[in-house]
């Protein structure tokens, strides 16, 4: 490892990353959450300072010689990864689901390109209108390779002999994908993140709080979110009050343009009642997150 102008270490990617097994047949892909470490740069960019810094990770869902990769992960060498270990493991047939269309989640796609690769309608629409912008972005996801099965609100699938529910959601992007799988897992993408979720469409916040209830009446026991503590994650992933406590805080950030004070608070004390679910817990990196969320409410017209 190498140390740029910042003093951060420079190192490869995916040489960080870890495997996980929250519950039999499920691997995650984790990598992040690492201080110190940068992946692409000293410049501000969003591998380093959003998946990177705040930890991510893919998930994988194997039974024999059927796998099924939720998202493709932040760099082509971590699809790669993925990739590789699963054909090692036996997999013989790998298809990919796209949690949504930002680009942590779709950095890796061309590892796949032979592969069935699958989407809602959202998510193909849009990654179609900011293909020039991801793949001119730092760093380029170029090229960027699409979807090539889509689908309508829900899609059942069969992966070796367990049966997988995509179900489209309305949370945090317009274009959510989460995964339901037998047990109530739940691969929740970036619906829910811990400790809190990152606002892409600040406009559209109470549209994801009927998404929030959707997601709740899937009746899921474990949720496997793409953001979050990896030692959760290890441990069997989040139970349904990650829900609640996205809901509070979502709810919290709908009272900003009417209660301007509230803008003014850090997190700890802005999300004092989702913390107090106990489901979440402080992550200093999400500070930046949490008033670029704030921030963006208060603009609204």
């Known amino acids: 490892m190498n140390a740029d102008a910042s003093g951060a270490e420079a190192i490869a990617p995916g040489s960080t990353l ?41 998930y994988a869902v194997i039974d024999g010689d059927d796998a099924l990769v939720y998202d493709a992960h932040i760099t082509l060498a971590h699809a790669r990864f993925i990739r590789r270990t699963l054909e090692e493991k036996g ?26 690769i699958i989407a809602n309608r959202e998510t193909d629409a849009l990654l179609r209108a ?14 960027l390779v699409l979807p090539n099965l889509l689908f309508d609100d829900r899609l059942s699938l069969m992966v070796g002999t367990l049966p997988v529910e995509l179900v489209h959601l309305d949370i945090h992007s317009r274009d959510g994908t989460v995964a339901l799988l037998p047990g109530g897992i739940l691969l929740a993408g970036d619906t829910l993140e811990d400790p809190v979720t990152y606002v892409d469409e600040p406009d559209r ?3 994801h709080l009927i998404g929030l209830k959707r997601l709740a009446a899937l009746g899921a026991t474990r ?31 709908l009272r900003v343009k009417a209660e301007p004070a509230l803008a003014g608070l850090d997190l700890r004390a802005f999300a004092a009642e989702a913390f107090a679910t106990g489901a979440i817990s402080y992550f200093e990196p999400y500070e930046a997150v949490h008033r670029r969320n704030v921030e963006a409410v208060a603009a609204l017209g």
């Open 18 to 58: 870890r495997v996980l097994e929250p519950v039999p047949g499920v691997l995650a892909f984790y990598d992040g959450r690492i201080p110190g470490v940068r992946l692409h740069g000293p410049q501000e960019n969003w591998l380093d300072d959003g998946a990177f810094a705040l930890g991510i990770a893919s």
């Open 91 to 116: 997999a013989r047939r790998i298809r990919v689901v796209l949690s949504h269309w930002h680009d942590d989640h779709v950095a890796g796609n061309a590892a796949f390109a032979d592969c069935e």
């Open 130 to 143: 900011n293909r020039a912008r991801l793949e001119a972005a730092d760093p380029p996801i170029n090229p």
């Open 205 to 207: 916040l109470a549209a």
């Open 223 to 253: 949720i496997l979110p793409c953001h979050g503590d990896p030692d959760v994650i290890a441990a069997g992933g989040y139970g349904p009050a990650l829900i609640d406590a996205t809901r509070l805080y979502v709810e919290k950030l």
